[in-house]
């Protein structure tokens, strides 16, 4: 499995229509493109939506000649969580952080850890936990609830 990366302000179109990999036509001006937000060969998460098309999933950008970003797994769409067959028309894509992979709204916010690229080397007890990567554990955690690895 391909290294997981989330990026904010990372934004691009496309024009691809289909169920297949999408073909992405530049960075949104702003924003930075798949390739440099998030990384050849990298996976994210994303969001594809034109009206009332959408599909949120997960998904492995390549740099190439157009950059493409692979649909491996869809977490929510317009088709009833499946692959959408998107129309003609212009589409924006998105890195994005899906809603059913955020900590759940019954954890308090004290008593869990959401974290990237860091690494976490103090003892600690955890009521639970949510570690989204990449992260270096050199210290004692531990858990007594669900810990969630993204």
């Known amino acids: 499995m391909a290294q997981l990366i989330l990026n904010d302000r990372v934004k691009e179109t496309t024009t691809t229509t289909g169920t297949g990999t999408v073909n992405l036509a530049g960075a949104v001006e702003g924003f930075e493109t798949f390739v440099v937000g998030v990384g050849n060969g990298k996976e994210t998460f994303y969001s594809i939506f034109a009206g009332t098309e959408f599909e949120v999933g997960r998904g492995t950008v390549t740099d190439a000649s157009p950059d493409t970003l692979s649909r491996t797994?869809?977490?929510?769409?317009?088709?009833?969580?499946?692959?959408?067959?998107?129309?003609?028309?212009?589409?924006?894509?998105?890195?994005?952080?899906?809603?059913?992979?955020?900590?759940?709204?019954?954890?308090?916010?004290?008593?869990?850890?959401?974290?990237?690229?860091?690494?976490?080397?103090?003892?600690?007890?955890?009521?639970?936990?949510?570690?989204?990567?990449?992260?270096?554990?050199?210290?004692?955690?531990?858990?007594?609830?669900?810990?969630?690895?993204?």
């Open 73 to 150: 797994t869809v977490i929510s769409s317009s088709n009833s969580d499946s692959l959408v067959n998107f129309s003609a028309g212009e589409k924006t894509v998105i890195c994005t952080y899906p809603a059913s992979k955020a900590p759940s709204p019954d954890m308090d916010a004290t008593t869990y850890v959401t974290t990237h690229n860091s690494t976490l080397s103090d003892d600690q007890t955890l009521d639970s936990g949510v570690l989204a990567g990449p992260v270096t554990v050199t210290g004692t955690q531990t858990v007594t609830g669900t810990l969630v690895i993204l």
